[in-house]
């Protein structure tokens, strides 16, 4: 998939919708859609969530660093076999990704696994 996109909003249960989107094989390609819900894990001040796709099957998902006015998050969970490095910016230069692969480093995750994703021109 490239061009991928993840949207978050409040659902009226108190739950967070997640909507997750793709683009096959190109940032043109057809639209691929994963919905999902995430609920905070009580007492992790909303850096932990616990995130379904599938029914009732909840997965980690960790907020392990973020800018103070969320325009970017670096997220992984516990055994440090998946990390998402999101950005509200589709392009935000290779010095800043540099900036947060290191830091996802620093944090103890595997970085070499980084698959960059393309996305559309702005």
């Given at each position: 998939?490239?061009?991928?996109?993840?949207?978050?909003?409040?659902?009226?249960?108190?739950?967070?919708?997640?909507?997750?989107?793709?683009?096959?094989?190109?940032?043109?390609?057809?639209?691929?859609?994963?919905?999902?819900?995430a609920?905070?894990v009580e007492?992790?001040?909303?850096?932990?969530?616990?995130?379904?796709?599938?029914?009732?099957f909840?997965?980690?998902?960790?907020?392990?660093?973020?800018a103070?006015?969320?325009?970017?998050?670096?997220?992984?969970?516990?055994?440090?076999k998946?990390?998402?490095?999101l950005?509200?910016?589709?392009?935000?230069?290779?010095a800043?990704?540099?900036?947060?692969?290191?830091?996802?480093?620093?944090?103890?995750?595997?970085?070499?696994?980084?698959?960059?994703?393309?996305?559309?021109?702005?």
């Open positions: 998939c490239e061009g991928v996109t993840a949207e978050y909003s409040q659902r009226p249960d108190g739950m967070i919708g997640v909507l997750n989107t793709c683009r096959d094989g190109a940032p043109g390609g057809e639209a691929k859609v994963a919905n999902g819900r609920k905070v007492g992790s001040e909303g850096a932990k969530l616990k995130v379904s796709f599938f029914g009732p909840f997965g980690d998902y960790w907020v392990l660093d973020r103070e006015d969320y325009s970017w998050a670096i997220v992984g969970e516990p055994s440090g998946y990390l998402w490095i950005s509200r910016d589709p392009t935000p230069g290779e800043v990704i540099d900036r947060h692969i290191a830091r996802a480093a620093a944090l103890g995750y595997d970085t070499t696994m980084i698959r960059r994703v393309a996305q559309p021109p702005a």
